[in-house]
Structures are given as structure tokens and as C-alpha cells.
Antibody, heavy 121, light 110 residues
Framework: EVQLLESGGGLVQPGGSLRLSCAAS????????INWVRQAPGKGLEWVSA????????YYADSVQGRFTVSRDNSRNTLFLQMNNLRAEDTAVYYCGRKYTNNWSMDFDYWGQGTLVTVSS | QSVLTQPPSVSAAPGQKVTISCSGS????????VSWYQQLPGAAPKLLIYDSNKRPSGIPDRFSGSKSGTSATLGITGLQTGDEADYYC???????????FGGGTKLTVL
């Protein structure tokens, strides 16, 4: 069974840092691109970042470029999102999603349950 | 302000059909595949449509997708109360080199 499990969320002060993890199981992790998507309380979905299957290619939303870094450890079947200089507007549930196809699209067939990040003093 | 534009809400009676539109531009919908998601309250999004008009296994054929130019449409027939949810379109934007979602549409089954 394919599973994605996020962890690492919590309460952090503005300007602080957090590192989210997404542990994968039930599939060949190294064969799939993975994305991060977030959802602020009561708001819509916002794409955050993507990383290719090998980890060579990474992409970021303008809103997090320069502050967030996505990486993966294929030997540990784990995806990471290092978040620095956090702002109140980064408060959201963060989901990791497995990319379904290899084309330029936003088709994520499996999602984690999400981890809540709250940025507040 | 989302890159992709969806109506905030739509409604229809049980058993009826509803369509949800998603409008973009040549750099996103116009040149890449569109995906559609259903999100029930408190749950992660669920992929309904990929490659603009294909359904993953397990998604009933009551759900359909189409794309024309810089717009896409999700259709749902035989509406059920369980279809009440938020629906999102998404695609890649080649100019931004970033993923983009619509603002979401709340479906009410009256």
C-alpha cells in the first residue's frame, strides 16, 4: 500500500525555521517526483515546491523561493522541506504528493495526511 | 489572486449534472495538462482527472474532464450528496516554471 506520512510541523516564531519530512512506503520512491502543496486555514491549495525523482531538479513558488529548500534521500525513502525565515503567511497544512505522470502537470495520485505549520509569536 | 480562475461556488440538485470551469492562459492550461481534485472537509485532496480528461482507476465515470484552448472543465453527472466538496483545477505554468491551482469551487448538492 502506497503511503506518504508528513511530520515536523508545529508552532514557530516569525523568522524561525522548521524542517518537514515526508516518509514514503509501498512504492519505489526513487522513481517518482514529489511535490509539496500547502493550504492555509480556510483557504485554497497553493503549490510550494517540486523535486525530480533523482533530486537533481527542484522548483519553487515565488512566495518561498530563497527561503525554502526541498531535498530527498532516496536511500531512506524520505523527502524534506527546509523552511527558513518563516512568516505568518506560511501558516498552513503542508502536504506531500506523489507525481502520477512524467509530464508537466499537477497530477498527484497519493497525498499524505498533512502536517500543520503555525508561524506566530 | 489565483493564476487559474474558478467560480467560487456552484450548485445543483441530486441526480443532475454540474460543470466547473477553470480559466487560464497560454502558458499554463494552453500548453500543459490539467488535473482536477476533490477535497472533502478535513481531508487531503483526491485526484479525479489527470491529463485533462483521464480518470485514475477507481474514479467513477460520472466525473469527466475536458480542455479547449486556455480553459478546462470538470463535469459531474448523477450528483450525489456525497459529491459536496471543494474542487480544484491545477496545472504547470511554463512561464513561471511553477505549479498553479485555481482558487477552488465549492459544490453544493441541494
Amino acid at each position: 500500500e502506497v503511503q506518504l506520512l508528513e511530520s515536523g510541523g508545529g508552532l514557530v516564531q516569525p523568522g524561525g525555521s522548521l524542517r518537514l519530512s515526508c516518509a514514503a512506503s509501498g512504492f519505489t520512491f526513487s522513481s517518482y517526483a514529489i511535490n509539496w502543496v500547502r493550504q492555509a486555514p480556510g483557504k485554497g491549495l497553493e503549490w510550494v515546491s517540486a523535486i525530480s525523482d533523482s533530486g537533481v531538479y527542484t522548483y519553487y513558488a515565488d512566495s518561498v523561493q530563497g527561503r525554502f529548500t526541498v531535498s530527498r534521500d532516496n536511500s531512506r525513502n524520505t523527502l524534506f522541506l527546509q523552511m527558513n525565515n518563516l512568516r505568518a503567511e506560511d501558516t498552513a497544512v503542508y502536504y506531500c504528493g506523489r507525481k502520477y505522470t512524467n509530464n508537466w502537470s499537477m497530477d498527484f495520485d497519493y497525498w499524505g495526511q498533512g502536517t500543520l505549520v503555525t508561524v506566530s509569536s | 489572486q489565483s493564476v487559474l480562475t474558478q467560480p467560487p461556488s456552484v450548485s445543483a440538485a441530486p441526480g443532475q449534472k454540474v460543470t466547473i470551469s477553470c480559466s487560464g492562459s497560454s502558458s499554463n492550461i494552453g500548453s500543459n495538462y490539467v488535473s482536477w481534485y476533490q477535497q472533502l472537509p478535513g481531508a487531503a485532496p483526491k485526484l479525479l482527472i489527470y491529463d485533462s480528461n483521464k480518470r485514475p482507476s477507481g474514479i467513477p465515470d460520472r466525473f469527466s474532464g475536458s480542455k479547449s484552448g486556455t480553459s478546462a472543465t470538470l463535469g459531474i453527472t448523477g450528483l450525489q450528496t456525497g459529491d459536496e466538496a471543494d474542487y480544484y483545477c491545477g496545472t504547470w505554468d511554463s512561464s513561471l516554471s511553477a505549479g498553479v491551482f485555481g482558487g477552488g469551487t465549492k459544490l453544493t448538492v441541494l
